[in-house]
């Protein structure tokens, strides 16, 4: 079994796409920690409710980055984690937590990469006016949104589209595709 940690840092929509599939069995994983760098987001609820051990912390409570990567290292190599599920998570990775954990990062982004990276690639597209946008599943580089590209669905933008019906149609698919980018990488990497 695959031993998973999920980092975000809000309402934790795709841990509980996750968490869900694990219950399932639909993935041969189990989420053994949730991290949350935004102490009070509606992640925790969700990892309290699933009876997932939180790690919760202020980043500037630490003196550096690397000095809250090394602590997240340590708390991941206690819980055996296997593959770091970036869900939300607002934050670049750093050195630290990238050398340890190369290969076994994976992140979601509400576009089709490379288009629209960073932040706000919903607003961004919508303000480009394009017909299509997606999502993407990458494992994680020290480039933002850079790495390489593990799965991809393209979202259709239909002219009357707000903003906020777009930013739906994207979640269900995030939901979706993570879990399945998710279990492919657990298929290819662990020989399951």
């Not at 819980?79 to 296997?82: G, I, M």
């Not at 993570?178 to 279990?183: D, L, S």
């Not at 990488?185 to 990497?189: A, H």
């Given at each position: 079994?695959?031993n998973i940690a999920v980092f975000?840092?809000?309402?934790g929509?795709?841990?509980q796409?996750v968490a869900d599939?694990c219950?399932?069995k639909?993935l041969?994983?189990q989420i053994?920690?949730a991290?949350?760098?935004?102490?009070g987001a509606y992640?925790?609820?969700?990892a309290?409710k699933?009876q997932?051990?939180?790690?919760?912390?202020?980043?500037?409570?630490?003196?550096?980055k690397?000095a809250?990567e090394?602590?997240?290292?340590?708390?991941?190599?206690e819980?055996?984690?296997?593959l770091?599920?970036?869900?939300?998570?607002?934050?670049l990775?750093?050195p630290?937590?990238?050398?340890?954990?190369e290969?076994?990062?994976?992140?979601?982004h509400?576009?089709?990469?490379?288009?629209?990276?960073?932040?706000?690639a919903i607003?961004?597209?919508?303000?480009?006016?394009?017909?299509v946008?997606?999502?993407t599943?990458?494992?994680v580089?020290?480039?933002?949104?850079?790495?390489?590209?593990?799965a991809q669905?393209?979202v259709?933008i239909d002219?009357?589209?707000?903003?906020?019906?777009?930013?739906k149609?994207i979640?269900?698919?995030?939901?979706q595709l993570?879990?399945?980018?998710?279990?492919q990488?657990?298929?290819?990497?662990q020989g399951?």
């Open positions: 079994m695959t975000a840092s809000g309402n929509s795709n841990f796409a599939a219950g399932k639909e041969d994983a053994v920690l991290v949350c760098d935004k102490p992640v925790e609820k969700r309290e699933a997932i051990p939180l790690f919760s912390f202020s980043p500037k409570s630490y003196e550096s690397q809250f090394q602590e997240l290292v340590e708390k991941l190599k819980k055996q984690v296997d770091i599920v970036l869900a939300g998570y607002m934050r990775i750093g630290t937590l990238l050398q340890e954990f290969g076994r990062m994976m992140n979601i509400p576009s089709l990469l490379p288009a629209f990276p960073g932040l706000d607003g961004q597209a919508f303000d480009a006016k394009v017909k946008t997606g999502v599943v990458h494992l580089d020290a480039g933002m949104d850079t790495g390489p590209i593990l669905e393209p259709r002219e009357a589209d707000t903003q906020e019906e777009i930013e149609k979640r269900n698919v995030e939901h993570y879990p399945a980018a998710i279990k990488w657990i298929t290819t990497t399951v």
